[in-house]
């Protein structure tokens, strides 16, 4: 029986590429994609029930998803993160899931510069006042607030794995002192990257500009709420390009109503793309970008890439680059 491949939600506008490398390879396969990122269990089950590998970008891997898979050994989660997938169900069921962590660094790092001095800036104040000055035929900053030097102040990184380390590096000729809060960030780490890391609570009240970086974990979920942003000085600005669920949005809307931030930059969220009833839509001095972090022509195929290389293991009988739930590999 060819090994059966099942994409349940995807990015990429075809899949000629990756049948034509397994061809070329002489692999029996099947080859299934779909476009099921919002698909109830119901309707996700039988698209994937006899798979023996899964590729999931968003959709919902849950433990009654997982349950009702009848030949899965392979679930690889299309990006870094994998909450959507429930890894204790997929090790009790002795599934491998794996990801992509070394995919797009570069990239959202690069997102997290950019929202980082847009949000320091005030862009799109700037913007509106370019509009208003070019429809009165003079200049008019009547729209910008007081904007500060970023010399001098301190930046406040909160993890400091492959991306957040990128930011460190991409921000280092801008003069700002750096704080960085990652408890899991390895001794041999914050030597090279010649830091020490300090607590959640000094970052948040002594940081002029926070960016997160953070994977999203039960540890993690919500950590940036009415108790923590209520740390944050009033002329902070919380820049989030990690994860959406880690920030309660009702709780920075409501803070940056009461001016009790002075702005945010957010290009991750809760449920994607977010409702019209979210409430950052409207709150002031907040800039929203449509979750384009991982974007690049050079990303796009990297990741393309680098899940052919898990498939290729998968049909050579080798485990993937990256397994997120090691302890199935324990179970033999």
Not at 2 to 21: A, G, M, N, R, S
Not at 77 to 102: E, F
Not at 150 to 168: A, D, F
Not at 189 to 199: D, H, N, Q, S
Request: contains cysteine; glycine residues 6%; proline residues 6%.
């Amino acid at each position: 029986m060819p090994t059966k491949i099942v994409v349940t939600d995807h990015l990429e506008p075809d899949f000629i590429w990756e049948t034509d490398q397994l061809r070329a390879r002489g692999f029996d396969f099947t080859w299934q994609q779909h476009q099921l990122k919002f698909a109830s269990e119901d309707e996700l089950v039988p698209a994937i029930r006899d798979a023996d590998v899964v590729v999931v970008n968003m959709a919902r891997m849950a433990a009654g998803v997982i349950g009702r898979l009848e030949r899965c050994r392979l679930i690889i989660r299309h990006g870094i993160g994998y909450d959507n997938v429930d890894l204790k169900a997929a090790t009790a069921k002795g599934i491998r899931v794996a990801n992509v962590p070394d995919y797009c660094p570069q990239e959202v790092a690069e997102q997290a510069v950019m929202l980082i001095l847009a949000a320091a800036r005030h862009l799109p104040e700037q913007l509106r006042s370019m509009d208003a000055s070019v429809a009165k035929g003079q200049w008019d900053f009547s729209a910008v607030r007081a904007v500060y030097m970023m010399e001098g102040k301190k930046l406040g990184i909160v993890g400091c794995g492959r991306i957040g380390s990128r930011v460190l590096r991409m921000t280092a000729g801008f003069g700002m002192t750096v704080l960085v809060c990652d408890p899991y960030l390895p001794d041999k780490e914050k030597k090279a990257l010649g830091i020490e890391t300090v607590p959640l609570e000094r970052v948040l009240a002594e940081s002029d500009i926070v960016s997160v970086h953070t994977p999203l974990t039960d540890e993690t979920r919500g950590m940036f709420n009415a108790r923590t942003l209520a740390m944050m000085k009033p002329s902070a600005v919380l820049v989030n390009t990690a994860r959406g669920p880690l920030v309660v949005d009702a709780d920075l809307a409501q803070a940056l109503r009461d001016a009790r931030l002075a702005g945010a930059a957010i290009d991750v969220y809760d449920f994607e793309p977010p409702r019209r009833d979210n409430p950052l839509f409207g709150a002031p001095n907040l800039l929203m970008t449509p979750h384009l972090s991982w974007y690049s022509e050079e990303s796009g195929w990297s990741i393309r890439e680098k899940i052919l290389e898990d498939i290729v293991r998968f049909l050579e009988g080798k485990p993937p680059r990256f397994t997120v739930n090691p302890d199935v590999e324990r179970q033999g």
